[in-house]
């Protein structure tokens, strides 16, 4: 029983980050109608921003983890604006191949710069030693991994909340719906494409700390 519950914990833990994966490659897809292949290739960017800074640089982790994270939204944000938005009204085939050039250059870039030598991503915890964790009738429970479930668990509900209350989540909703009667309606699309790549590249870099 106890091996049972430690691996049911341990695969929640995992489905936790591969669903932030998930969920910013999906908003992509719905809001522009491209499949980026792309995507994976943020999240080892977010690690990897996360452990420069961190690590080669000695800023402290929290601060070093929000920059790192908004670094991502943004060189997201710069993808979508710089590549993409000129491939508007291309064949998706075209767009979706463009992708993985894209994946291909920043993994380049990567591992270029991190060898073939593991990254350290500098430790939240430092007061537990090891990132910490706790043992519960035998069954392990890592704080990482306890912060990876509850992590997904939070964005899944604010992005539920911002799809329904707020302005721009309601004008991702219509433009996801049909894009041509969103800019009818004096939605900006360009505005529209451009948050959702933010928002994944934010989502994309949670997962690859996690």
């Given at each position: 029983?106890?091996?049972?519950?430690?691996a049911t914990?341990?695969?929640?833990?995992?489905?936790s980050v591969y669903s932030l994966v998930a969920i910013g490659l999906v908003l992509v897809y719905k809001a522009t109608d491209v499949l980026s292949f792309a995507h994976p290739a943020l999240v080892v960017?977010?690690?990897g921003l996360i452990s420069a800074l961190?690590?080669?640089?000695?800023?402290p982790f929290w601060l070093a983890f929000?920059?790192?994270?908004?670094?991502?939204?943004?060189?997201?944000?710069i993808v979508e604006r710089t590549f993409l938005r000129p491939m508007v009204g291309e064949p998706v085939f075209s767009v979706a191949i463009l992708t993985i050039g894209i994946d291909i250059l920043l993994r380049t870039i990567l591992n270029n710069?991190?060898?073939?030598?593991?990254?350290?991503l500098g430790d939240p915890f430092p007061s537990f030693g090891n990132f910490g964790s706790v043992n519960i009738g035998g069954v392990v429970l890592k704080y990482?991994?306890?912060?990876?479930?509850?992590?997904?668990v939070i964005v899944i509900i604010a992005l539920s909340i911002f799809f329904k209350k707020s302005k721009y989540g309601i004008a991702m909703r219509a433009t996801s719906y049909d894009q041509e009667a969103s800019l009818a309606q004096g939605i900006d699309v360009g505005k529209i494409f451009a948050l959702v790549?933010?928002?994944?590249?934010?989502?994309?870099?949670?997962?690859?700390f996690f």
């Amino acid at each position: 029983m106890t091996i049972f519950l430690q691996a049911t914990f341990e695969g929640l833990s995992l489905g936790s980050v591969y669903s932030l994966v998930a969920i910013g490659l999906v908003l992509v897809y719905k809001a522009t109608d491209v499949l980026s292949f792309a995507h994976p290739a943020l999240v080892v960017v977010g690690a990897g921003l996360i452990s420069a800074l961190a690590v080669d640089r000695g800023v402290p982790f929290w601060l070093a983890f929000i920059i790192g994270i908004i670094a991502t939204g943004l060189i997201g944000l710069i993808v979508e604006r710089t590549f993409l938005r000129p491939m508007v009204g291309e064949p998706v085939f075209s767009v979706a191949i463009l992708t993985i050039g894209i994946d291909i250059l920043l993994r380049t870039i990567l591992n270029n710069w991190i060898g073939l030598n593991p990254r350290y991503l500098g430790d939240p915890f430092p007061s537990f030693g090891n990132f910490g964790s706790v043992n519960i009738g035998g069954v392990v429970l890592k704080y990482l991994e306890i912060s990876a479930f509850f992590t997904a668990v939070i964005v899944i509900i604010a992005l539920s909340i911002f799809f329904k209350k707020s302005k721009y989540g309601i004008a991702m909703r219509a433009t996801s719906y049909d894009q041509e009667a969103s800019l009818a309606q004096g939605i900006d699309v360009g505005k529209i494409f451009a948050l959702v790549w933010f928002i994944a590249g934010l989502l994309a870099s949670f997962a690859g700390f996690f």
